[in-house]
Structures are given as structure tokens and as C-alpha cells.
């Protein structure tokens, strides 16, 4: 509410992942209630998402953000750890099948999963989703990988050659496949820092105020209440830095893996 009452009017669920969590649709259904609050997402791995997506949209769920690094079983296994890929493809064209809902695919590109990125951008063509390529970043076991893993978000482009811009969406510069009914978009926090345009306050699981994902800088909100809540809140948003550095330094500085603080 204190949030709302400053100017946020939007807020994503993320983790971890969210559906894991009993009791989210409630969670959703109150949070889409505060006054001021106009658009209620989740970003999720789409496993779960099938069975729990009517409870969500009566709820109130405006969006989804999926996370889908690979259409090949084998190399999703891989990544993932557990043979689920029917399940989060199940989730996907049971969010796609709901009509106004936005949907969006994150696909990090990591070196060994290139031949993927045309076939992902490809679903872009038949349906109103929007294929979100984001930059890598140093975060967790990823800032110890070889900087070959590290691939510029351009490298779409130059796999889908076809793709025309047009225009961005927040942090994310837009392309269209000629006759497209989505999007592909490519998030470039390494190789285009998008700091200046970033109005983003993240909340941790354990009530930490994170003014920056890559920032080791945390303001505890955990039994605040009023009016110290709302000041603590007020310099969290204050602490926001002019930019992260890791072009420069090669590795974020939080110490928190992006599990932990959420997308």
C-alpha cells in the first residue's frame, strides 16, 4: 500500500518460482486490490502454471513472463535439472489460449544454447507473444563461465536476419517478423546498459528493499510499520545508483544469486 501511495502502479511476482508458493492466488487477488495498483504479473518457469492459471486470472493476474531457455528436451533437461519441458509448454499455450492476457518468453542466451534461438523466435510468428532475448549477466555461477557463454543480444539479429525493428517496450528494443502476429524483443543490460530508463525496486523474500539487482546495497524492512516503513521505503528508492558496472568490472556486486532476488 505504501508502495502504491509513492507511485508504483505495477508489480511482478517473481522468485525462485512463485507457483510453488500456496495460497498465490490470494497473494495476487490482494495485491491487485490496493488502490493505485493497475497491472498484477508473474514470472515463472510455467511447470505448475496450467493447473493454477484459472485461480490466477479470476484473481486478477494480468500478465505472465515465462522463462523457456530451449525447445530440445535433452538440453532442458540439462539446464534445468528435471524433464518438465512438456509441463512448461503446457503452461505457455494455456496463458497464450487466454484472450488480453500478455504473455511473454525469456530466453537467456548462454553459449551452448544458440541453434535455439531461431526456433524460439520463431514462435513469435504465429502467436501474440513477445520472445524476449536478455544478455547473460555475471550473477551467481555464471560470473566464473568462459566469456564465450557471454553473448551479445544482437547476435539474434544476426541469426534472424528477417526481423524489422519496431520500437521498444521498457527496457527492451522490439522486432517483428515480417507478418508476425508478436514480438521479439532483446534486453541488453551488459552490452547497452539500460541504468537511465530503470524504475525498478525489488523486494526480497526476506523483507530486504533492493534499490538495484546488481548493487550489494539492502535496506531491511521487516518489522517497519507507518510512517518508518514509508521512510525506509522513500530512501530505498533514493539509494537507486546512476548506473550498474559491470561492463567495467566484468561481475555484478550483489551477493545474492538471481534466484534469491527475483527477475
Known sequence: RIFASLGVRRVR???GEPLVRKGLDRIVR????IPGIESVTITTNGVLLAEQLPALLDAGLNGINLSLDTLDREQFKRITRRDELDSALAGL???LAVP???VKLNCVPMGDNDAQLVPLAALARDSRLS???IELMPMGVCAAWPPERFLPAQEVLSRVPELRPAGRSGVAQLYRLPGAAGMVG???PMSCAFCADCTRIRITADGKLKPCLHSDAELA???LSGAELEAAIR???LMKPARHRMDETGVTETHRGMFAIGG
Do not use: C, M, P, S
Open 100 to 102: 488480453g492476457l500478455n
Open 235 to 237: 530512501q530505498g528508492i
Open 131 to 133: 520472445v524476449r532475448f
Open 186 to 188: 532483446l534486453i541488453e
Open 30 to 33: 490482494g495485491v491487485k486490490a
Open 221 to 223: 524492512l521487516r518489522g
Open 93 to 95: 499455450k494455456a496463458a
Open 13 to 15: 511476482l517473481t522468485g
